[in-house]
Nanobody, 122 residues
Framework: VQFVESGGGLVQPGGSLRLSCSVSGLLFDSYAIGWVRQVPGKGREGLACFAVSDGSKRYGSSVDGRVAVSVDNTKKTVSLQLDNMQPDDSGEYYC????????????????WGQGTQVRVSS
């Protein structure tokens, strides 16, 4: 499985983060694509997951209400948007793949991208 993650970098407090993940090397329609972050001093946190296999979505409770995940089937890309970013949202954000659905805790995946660094600062 190959991942191409884009977005990330420096985000202003109160601004929005948009990340995209293009996945290849698998049958895209049969998998679930999710986003997980690693914040310094904390464990991994599941943010969102989109099961292309059945169109279902799951969101992490800590970001629910300000997170959205979407898919572009033609580009085999899943995108994450996280609004009202704050400094404690800074960390490493990972795209990951699971077969075939999103797990309840949206932390269980069998393949991971390389991650992209996000820093929230003015």
């Amino acid at each position: 499985v190959q991942f191409v993650e884009s977005g990330g970098g420096l985000v202003q407090p109160g601004g929005s983060l948009r990340l995209s993940c293009s996945v290849s090397g698998l049958l895209f329609d049969s998998y679930a694509i999710g986003w997980v972050r690693q914040v310094p001093g904390k464990g991994r946190e599941g943010l969102a997951c989109f099961a292309v296999s059945d169109g279902s979505k799951r969101y992490g409770s800590s970001v629910d209400g300000r997170v959205a995940v979407s898919v572009d089937n033609t580009k085999k890309t899943v995108s994450l948007q996280l609004d009202n970013m704050q400094p404690d949202d800074s960390g490493e954000y990972y795209c990951a793949v699971n077969y075939p659905y999103c797990e309840a805790q949206i932390l269980q995946y069998h393949s991971w991208g390389q991650g992209t660094q996000v820093r929230v600062s003015s």
